[in-house]
């Protein structure tokens, strides 16, 4: 009975103090044509850890139409809050971590803004950026190569009585089915092909709340005349109060033994070398990614990597990509503002330091097979989803996006024609002239890189788009496995919620079916057995699954 009592009085005073939220915290008669959050530190002051309890309200109409304080919110609620980066502490307007949350401080998972299920984000800050775009177009181009990348929204937000600007909303890295899409590990999977993922793991500056381990190679391990240290590799998830002994054990060693093929003398053998470890196809996207707008940061901070477990394919891919708010241009040291020059030989330029570029990508781009790949694909992006005319209509759009917003952003920060940590020369005065800079940035960048990357020779046909007839549902997926792999060596899996009447095709990259049939497919998982042992010749096949009143979907796989 008293539980009961105490538990009683918590709800008077959550909704007591809810319906005070929306006087203290919000100003009057204040709209925007962005969504508006407002937060509510309830007397907490926010810090770099632990989360503090906060509450916020979120304004949004999905119609598109204004958004308004005086209007019911998209969402009410608690939620936890810290400040998150390193670097980017310095600035008066910071980037946070939120994660949404019941009363009794439990996760509370909500589509936000319209995007997927989830309680954990980032309101990243675009005080240094003053094109305030660049990590939302970086990101965008990632989502185009046909893997996942964080979704984002321009958002206003308030803190207490106080406007903050404009920020970005972020999907948070993090393993979900709707984000890195790989199996969960529970601690009581310790052994076997449980123990096989999944991982999240980084490369980046140290946290405290981060278990960590060193490479035991040196960075400079192939260029000895240049100054080299070590790698610290930084896990993810699970997360350091949850993983066991056992699990980080395998994931160190299994990142060792990857850096041990790529080290080796045979580390291009296609069967004994370093692709028996990594994913190839992830590292060509990560590194065009990083390249084709020189970050300065690339594959040395920021930079995660996954990996699922064995039975679904068991290597490590690269990527998700995040955190560009030094790219296109935007810093002065180590030639981050040339439009020359390769962002993985970092170390030819500048002193290794505390945070060295993994000796990764400078032997795999000795690799002819490696090299070729980054060719085709380069010539395939650059072709299509990367021309310039089209990320130049990304730029525009987003322009417009933030037209009405900036003048009130820019009257809270007034950061034109001021030096700001590493801002380079010349120093921007407007807006106008920070897009056109970035403009002139994109069109020399894309002209070295034409020139300096690898030229791709027989390259096979490519496609990453889904047309409007191509229904990729959240609960169906194919997984190949390997992919790449060897003829005969594919094993083909289609996962679906619901069962039902399939058709499952083959062909080739010319469109010419190999093999078709029809089959009842039951929930969850189903070996397409009769696809195994195809023995098909090396190049670029896609399989194709019909499902009845789910639309078509279609996968790319390769033999080599």
Not at 368 to 391: A, D, M, P, T
Not at 451 to 461: E, T
């Amino acid at each position: 009975m008293l539980h009961r009592n105490y538990y009683q009085l918590a709800i008077v005073i959550f909704f007591i103090v809810l319906s005070n939220f929306r006087a203290i915290s919000q100003p009057l008669n204040w709209s925007s044509d962005l969504p508006i959050i407002s937060i509510f530190t309830m007397g907490n002051t926010i810090v770099d850890e632990p989360k503090v309890q906060a509450q916020w309200a979120v304004y949004w109409n999905a119609d598109g139409s204004r958004n308004d304080l005086s209007q019911s919110p998209h969402d009410m609620g608690f939620i936890g809050v810290e400040y998150r980066g390193q670097s980017s502490q310095m600035f008066p307007m910071k980037s946070m971590t939120v994660e949404t949350r019941n009363f009794d401080g439990t996760d509370r998972k909500l589509e936000l803004l319209g995007m997927s299920e989830e309680s954990d984000w980032v309101l990243y800050s675009t005080f240094y950026d003053k094109s305030l775009i660049r990590n939302v177009l970086t990101y965008d181009l990632a989502r185009e190569t046909g893997g996942w990348s964080p979704k984002t929204k321009f958002v206003e937000v308030w803190i207490n009585t106080e406007y903050f600007g404009i920020y970005v909303l972020v999907e948070k890295i993090k393993r979900d089915s709707q984000r890195v899409a790989i199996k969960k590990l529970e601690s009581d999977e310790n052994d076997g092909i449980n123990l096989s993922g999944g991982y999240i793991f980084k490369i980046d500056k140290q946290s405290s709340s981060d278990f960590s381990w060193v490479s035991s190679y040196a960075s400079n391990l192939f260029y000895p005349s240049r100054s080299g240290s070590s790698v610290s590799f930084q896990g993810v998830y699970p997360k350091s109060d949850n993983i066991t002994n056992s699990q980080r054990s395998y994931i160190t060693s299994y990142v060792d033994s990857m850096e041990m093929a790529i080290a080796s003398e045979s580390f291009d053998d296609t069967i004994t070398g370093y692709r028996r470890y990594l994913e190839p196809s992830s590292f060509v996207d990560f590194l065009l990614v990083n390249e084709i707008n020189r970050n300065v940061d690339a594959y040395r901070i920021s930079s995660y990597f996954h990996k699922d477990r064995d039975d679904i394919d068991g290597r490590v891919h690269a990527g998700p990509l995040w955190d560009f708010d030094l790219a296109f241009g935007n810093a002065n040291f180590c030639d981050a503002e040339s439009t020359a020059g390769f962002a993985y030989e970092l170390e030819a330029i500048c002193p290794a330091g505390q945070w060295p570029v993994p000796f990764w990508w400078s032997r795999l781009m000795t690799d002819s097979l490696f090299r070729n790949e980054v060719g085709c694909r380069w010539q395939y992006l650059r072709g299509s989803v990367w021309s310039e005319s089209k990320i130049f209509q990304k730029m525009s759009h987003y322009a417009g996006k933030t037209q009405e917003a900036r003048g009130r952003h820019f009257n809270r920060w007034p950061i034109f024609g001021q030096q700001i940590w590493v801002y380079p020369d010349p120093i921007a005065t407007s807006y106008q002239q920070e897009i056109n800079m970035m403009r002139d940035f994109i069109i020399d960048r894309w002209e070295w890189l034409d020139n300096n990357l690898p030229v791709g020779i027989n390259c096979l046909a490519q496609d990453t788009s889904t047309s409007p007839n191509e229904v990729i549902d959240s609960t169906v997926q194919i997984v190949v496995f390997p992919n790449p792999g060897f003829s005969g060596d594919q094993n083909f899996n289609l996962f679906v919620k619901e069962g039902g009447d399939a058709l499952i095709q083959v062909s080739d990259f010319c469109g010419r079916s190999i093999v078709s049939y029809n089959r009842y497919v039951n929930s969850n998982r189903n070996e397409l057995v009769q696809l195994n042992n195809l023995f098909l010749k090396p190049g670029v096949y896609h399989i194709t699954v019909e499902l009845r009143n789910k639309g078509i979907l279609t996968s790319r796989f390769v033999v080599l």
